[in-house]
């Protein structure tokens, strides 16, 4: 393991103590693991882009990546989109997928209404099956009743035969419970773990979901791990390589000086330094020291904390947030 630099902030409270929180950044070379492979000349992974809810007025982008695995090369004519809510990215048509390759294609789901809406977009080609529907779905809203953190995944490059590991904390953001009925994994190469659904999260509660990306082939791969109930999504990506390089994760260590008459802490984390904040203790923390592991490489984060006293009452966040920049 090895800890670069490391950065030591002050964060001041309004109604409670001080606390100082100092954080670093530690490097953690991920063991490697074994992993495995896939059929039918034209493929689309995942073979169904689902959403989930996103807010009236804002959008979603989804990836899904063509394979052409046959023998013979394959000349992609047009495709059609039967739902205007849902616009792909341009493609140079026509398009031709060499035997064994694959291309890459964005989604944007803006939904204008709320409710339910669904489509297709149907690929034409001189494939031996000429036709493949790629499934498309979301639910426009109003709010959102569950953050997850990070929102979206990028595994980055990861080597034929080893595995990479992201934890994905999900919280519950409205004032009451909601049942997470259960998880499904779309998207060559990616699996998950953690707890047993369905399962339930009460007002602020947390749990952790581990995602991990264990390349099927040399290529580029996009999926999502969708949590029914919330109708909440999150787009993953990452990439198959011949390198042999280790994969590598990092995490953020926060600790800061305890403050005495408190029960406890919580710590809050945005991408934006006047964002949105989202507690990322599944508990109160009663310790003075934190580690922040759902970090991922090239992202900035902003963290903020709270004391909470034996009562419950909650301090106001400390400011100014602290800045923590992942390599």
């Known amino acids: 393991m090895r800890v670069p630099q490391s950065i030591i902030q002050s964060l001041s409270f309004r109604t409670v103590k001080l606390l100082t929180i100092s954080m670093g950044i530690v490097l953690l070379v991920m063991a490697p693991s074994r992993a495995s492979a896939a059929t039918r000349q034209l493929t689309c992974s995942p073979w169904i882009l689902r959403f989930g809810g996103v ?33 792909p990215s341009s493609l140079n048509m026509p398009l031709v997928v060499p035997a064994g390759q694959s291309f890459d294609l ?36 109003s709010s959102t009743s569950m953050t997850a953190s990070p929102s979206v995944v990028s595994f980055g490059q990861v080597a034929m035969g080893a595995s990479a590991t992201v934890p994905v904390v999900l919280t519950n953001t409205l004032s009451q419970k909601i049942t997470l009925a259960t998880v499904q994994m779309m998207g060559g190469g990616f699996s998950f773990s ?34 029914a109930g919330p109708g909440v999504v999150i787009p993953l990506t990452g990439t198959g390589t011949t390198t042999t390089t280790t994969t590598t994760q990092y995490s953020v260590n926060l600790f800061w000086n305890a403050s005495s008459g408190v029960a406890g802490y919580n710590v809050y984390r945005s991408t934006a330094a006047n964002g949105t904040y989202s507690r990322i203790n599944s508990t109160l923390d009663p310790n003075a020291a934190f580690t922040d592991g759902t970090v991922v490489s090239g992202q900035t984060y902003y963290y903020a904390a709270t004391s909470v006293t034996s009562s419950g009452m909650e301090s106001s966040p400390s400011t100014p947030p602290v800045q923590a920049m992942v390599p």
Not at 199 to 210: K, R, Y
């Open 106 to 141: 964005n989604v944007t789901f803006a939904p204008t209404a709320m409710g339910w809406t669904g489509g297709k977009i149907d690929f034409s080609s001189d494939a031996s099956d000429p036709t493949l529907v790629l499934g498309i779905e979301g639910t426009g809203e």
């Open 194 to 227: 953690g707890p047993t659904f369905p399962l339930i999260l009460n007002a602020g509660q947390s749990i952790t979901v581990n995602v991990t990306f264990a390349p099927p082939a040399v290529a580029t791969q996009g999926g999502n791990l969708f949590i």
């Open 55 to 87: 807010v009236v007025g804002q959008t979603r982008t989804m990836m899904v990546t063509v394979t052409n695995s046959g023998q013979t090369s394959v000349t992609l004519s047009g495709f059609a989109v039967s739902n205007s809510t849902f616009t």
